[in-house]
């Protein structure tokens, strides 16, 4: 018996049902060239020393700093708000009108939380970042949607906090 997938899909992207949907959107527009904008340099590494000395007169420690984390989104509003399908279509909408056309949308499951037994979770989503670290390699791009993400980190009652 094979055990269920750690992820509800893996797109590859640009896709063009998210494209699609995208459209069926309102206000996406507008709130995907936020997102875009406030991306752009997380996105382009190679411009961020240009960024810095056109803004800063130098390159500031920051910028190394930066140029060493992955980009990280996180979507809030209420339940039923379209954040999960924003985050989908401005992913493949950046991959799009970027270079890295070659790229995978992961959407991670609920499943990832396991049956409860002590240290699953934690092996669980260890091997959901290996899986997209791997499978971007070095010249893709892979983007990992963590859906209803507050129930992972809310996943143990005061009784289990000890494990």
């Known amino acids: 018996m094979s055990?269920?997938?750690?992820?509800?899909?893996?797109?590859?992207?640009?896709?063009?049902?998210?494209?699609?949907?995208?459209?069926?959107?309102?206000?996406?527009?507008?709130?995907?060239?936020?997102?875009?904008?406030q991306l752009r340099l997380l996105l382009n590494i190679g411009?961020?020393?240009?960024?810095?000395?056109?803004?800063?007169?130098?390159?500031?420690?920051?910028?190394?700093l930066v140029a060493e984390q992955y980009p990280f989104v996180i979507f809030y509003g209420d339940v039923g708000t379209g954040k999960t399908v924003m985050a989908e279509c401005a992913a493949n909408r950046l991959v799009a009108e970027g270079k890295a056309e070659d790229s995978i949308l992961f959407k991670l499951s609920n499943r990832v939380r396991g049956?409860?037994?002590?240290?699953?979770?934690?092996?669980?989503?260890?091997?959901?970042?290996?899986k997209v670290t791997h499978s971007a390699g070095k010249a893709r791009r892979a983007?990992?949607?963590?859906?209803?993400?507050?129930?992972?980190?809310?996943?143990?009652?005061?009784?289990?906090?000890h494990q």
């Open 47 to 64: 411009e961020l020393d240009a960024w810095s000395k056109k803004h800063h007169g130098e390159v500031l420690p920051l910028c190394k």
């Open 143 to 161: 983007i990992l949607i963590i859906d209803e993400g507050d129930s992972l980190a809310s996943g143990r009652n005061q009784s289990q906090s």
């Open 115 to 130: 049956a409860g037994k002590v240290g699953e979770m934690g092996t669980l989503i260890a091997e959901a970042f290996s």
């Open 3 to 37: 055990q269920p997938s750690i992820f509800d899909s893996e797109t590859p992207l640009p896709d063009d049902t998210l494209t699609k949907r995208a459209q069926t959107l309102l206000g996406f527009d507008a709130r995907y060239i936020i997102i875009r904008n």
